[in-house]
């Protein structure tokens, strides 16, 4: 955990130099130690081995893989150059997704907190790395992002199309185009009828979660593995607080928001909603995850639009910042505690450690 923190430490203050020094090379260099990082990275997660053991699998024709056809593809076009290729091309692919997410929507001033978002978010560029299908397809979504907004749905379906051939989960992307086929906003009634709703699900979650629970397995039930070590971070006190104030906010300054942002906001909101239900059902977790991404960008936009010169803004903008932050930490402390993760995520190692055989 330590080595990971400190890697996590150094990107996040190179891309605060991004703004100190008035400089866009500093988060690109951010995003190039990310992409080392992942591209170098050997048997780190808890999926790593059985895509390593998969792809001499598919190569070697052994067996019918439990893979989406898209990945046996991938598998097989990088067959000649071997596994550790394909998962630095990967890696590449998704730093250059996150970093465009980042530049483009993100405020100078606040690269660094969307690059600590990545990186200390567990759910972000941890568990990418080990959920290596689905990290194709969540970035093929956010790649699809700006076509949606255009509203071109060929291209956004295609996309899709091809992020469900490398996770079949992505078929749940498919409506979410009722998002930016109209140019309606969030209103008045529908930030307090969103709120309240939000709040019934954060309180009933854990009555609601079997029944869920069956419909999410009568579609994907290929998937009940990840119920596997599923356990409840729903929480009290602050941080059940906290996540209302968040919601609340995001609900307020959605309603000032325009084009693509607007839309960013929009995919914030569902993954904000969808999040409580995830402590208790994995697979909602698994699948909210889509559009965990969006929050790199509204989050901090949230924070910037904060804006005045009184001493009650000015402490409330670095009170937010800083819960967010304490929380975060938090929970990546709590990531590397758990039984489900500790023992595949401890010890980061690299490919120049792996054995000759691979």
């Known amino acids: 955990m330590l080595t990971v923190a400190i890697f996590n430490l150094v990107v996040v203050i190179i891309a605060y130099l991004a703004y100190l020094l008035r400089s866009v090379r500093w988060l690109q260099l951010s995003f190039f130690l990310i992409f080392l990082f992942l591209a170098l990275r050997y048997d780190f997660g808890n999926d790593y081995q059985n895509y390593l053991v998969g792809f001499?699998?598919?190569n070697a024709f052994n067996k019918l893989p439990d893979f989406e056809p898209g990945w046996v593809l991938l598998c097989r076009l990088f067959n000649p150059v071997g596994f550790f290729a394909m998962v630095a091309v990967l890696a590449a692919f998704n730093c250059i997704v996150y970093y465009q997410l980042i530049k483009k929507y993100v405020p100078p001033a606040y690269y660094w907190f969307a690059v600590f978002l990545y990186v200390f978010n567990a759910d972000m560029m941890l568990i990418h790395s080990s959920a290596m299908r689905q990290s194709v397809a969540i970035a093929i979504f956010v790649y699809a992002f700006d076509f949606l907004y255009k509203k071109n749905y060929l291209r956004y379906f295609l996309c899709i199309a091809?992020?469900?051939?490398?996770?079949?989960?992505?078929?749940i992307l498919f409506p979410i185009f009722i998002l930016g086929a109209f140019n309606w906003k969030v209103n008045r009634i529908a930030a307090v009828t969103l709120f309240a709703v939000f709040v019934l699900v954060i309180v009933f979650v854990a009555f609601l979660a079997p029944y869920i629970d069956r419909l999410v397995y009568m579609f994907f039930e290929q998937y009940s593995v990840y119920q596997t070590g599923a356990d409840s971070r729903i929480g009290t006190g602050l941080a059940f607080v906290f996540r209302l104030i968040l919601f609340a906010l995001v609900l307020v300054y959605a309603q000032f928001q325009t084009g693509a942002i607007s839309l960013l906001f929009k995919i914030a909101i569902l993954a904000l909603f969808v999040e409580p239900l995830g402590f208790d059902i994995v697979m909602i977790s698994r699948m909210g995850m889509y559009f965990q991404p969006a929050l790199l960008a509204v989050i901090p936009l949230?924070?910037?639009?904060?804006?005045?010169?009184?001493?009650?803004?000015?402490?409330?903008?670095?009170?937010?910042?800083?819960?967010?932050?304490?929380?975060?930490?938090?929970?990546?402390?709590?990531f590397f505690q758990s039984e489900v993760w500790r023992d595949r995520f401890?010890?980061?190692?690299?490919?120049?450690?792996?054995?000759?055989?691979?």
Do not use: M, Q, R
């Open 162 to 171: 091809v992020a469900a051939f490398f996770h079949s989960s992505a078929i």
């Open 346 to 358: 401890g010890t980061y190692k690299t490919i120049f450690s792996a054995p000759e055989v691979y």
């Open 56 to 58: 001499g699998d598919v």
């Open 302 to 334: 949230v924070i910037w639009n904060i804006k005045g010169h009184n001493i009650y803004l000015t402490c409330s903008k670095c009170s937010l910042v800083a819960a967010y932050i304490v929380i975060t930490l938090y929970s990546f402390y709590g």
